[in-house]
């Protein structure tokens, strides 16, 4: 009889070991975006209800630059408005759990993916999704920085861009169209709320597929480059309609168009900007040292160089302190992250043993 309970305790402890930890993860994970998304609508309902009419102005076209440039989020609210009788903080709030939702679950997938994750111990894969956990908590709580409404949504369109550019070399050659023909609508659509977004990863992409890392392989990435080449002259023409014929009579008014002029003169600004790069920061170390040690794909190093072009583009257009303004690549960067610690623990732990091997004299 106890032999029966143990094997069956055997059995059991198999089938929750073999279940792994993605549902548990994806639990948690929704109840985060849940909380983020109520939190959000909150502060939506405070603008709606102590500054009305703030959100109809750049509807009319009397905002401020560069903010009156980013319309789609706004645009798309003012439609539920129209048709569905909502208040913005509606359109906003069901628009950032779709974009948070689609984000988080999407990265979450490539995560899963990963060849690391894939071929890593059950400890090491609870690990992993541990830490996708608090790294998309650590930087959804700045969400509220500065806050805007087209912060989700960038997030959402981001993720939805970077799953679709790993997915190219995993499918069938005929798929492959399509997979062109939603890259270039996400990028359009990313160029009504945020057309530089699209740019820096597109360029990015075009960028790493010049690395040839094998004889042969750049003439296999020629769709690749020209894709990347479409979308970020979809995404640019966008923003120059948004800039010389929506909105021509858009001006900064106060506001520098060089915002690093400013940033030197406000030492406050540098803490938060500090903290929030701490892990990203990491990231690129890692990623140095671990160069041509069998990353992924061009995927990886697309992403690492439009996270770089556009990380310059914040420190010298935008507020230094204004760090959700990284969000969209800092998310989008997470399995990378968590990949990559698990070679740094693997590595480690390889050298422990190696030392403990030499010390007894094995």
Sequence with gaps: MQAEDAQSGEVGASAVAIRGPQRSAKILLL??????????????????????????????????????????????????????????????????????????????????????????????????????????????????????????PNAGLLASMVWLWSCWDRVRRSRRVWIAIALTGLAALQGWVRADVACALFAGFFLACLIPRRPGELRDRGWKLIVSLLCVGVAGATQLYLMRVKYP???????????????????????????????????????????????????????IIASLIYLVLWIVLGKLDEVRIFIPFALAMIPLSVDLSLRHISTVSGAALTRTVDRNGV
């Excluded at 939702?101 to 490539?110: E, G, N, S, V």
């Excluded at 930087?139 to 989700?152: A, D, I, K, N, Q």
């Excluded at 060089?258 to 929030?276: E, G, S, Y």
């Excluded at 990491?282 to 992924?296: D, I, K, P, S």
Aim: proline letters at 5%; glycine letters at 8%; one cysteine or more.
């Design 31 to 152: 109840a985060i975006v849940l909380g983020l998304c109520d939190q959000t609508y909150w502060q939506y309902s405070f603008i709606d209800r102590y500054q009305k009419g703030y959100w109809k102005t750049f509807i009319d076209g009397l905002g401020l630059a560069p903010e009156q440039y980013r319309m789609g989020v706004k645009m798309a609210a003012w439609w539920m408005v129209q048709h569905f009788g909502w208040g913005f903080r509606h359109g906003f709030a069901l628009m950032d759990l779709v974009s948070s939702l689609t984000a988080i679950f999407l990265l979450y997938h490539l995560l899963q993916q990963r060849r690391g994750v894939l071929t890593a111990s059950f400890e090491l894969q609870w690990f992993a999704s541990a830490a996708f956990i608090t790294l998309s908590c650590f930087y959804l709580v700045w969400v509220g920085s500065y806050f805007r409404p087209e912060t989700l």
């Design 249 to 303: 009579h858009a001006s900064y008014g106060p506001i520098p168009v060089l915002m690093i002029r400013h940033d030197l003169h406000q030492p406050l600004a540098l803490p938060p900007f500090v903290c929030f790069m701490v892990p990203i920061a990491w990231t690129y170390v890692q990623f140095w040292r671990n160069r041509g040690r069998g990353l992924e794909d061009s995927a990886d190093s697309g992403l």
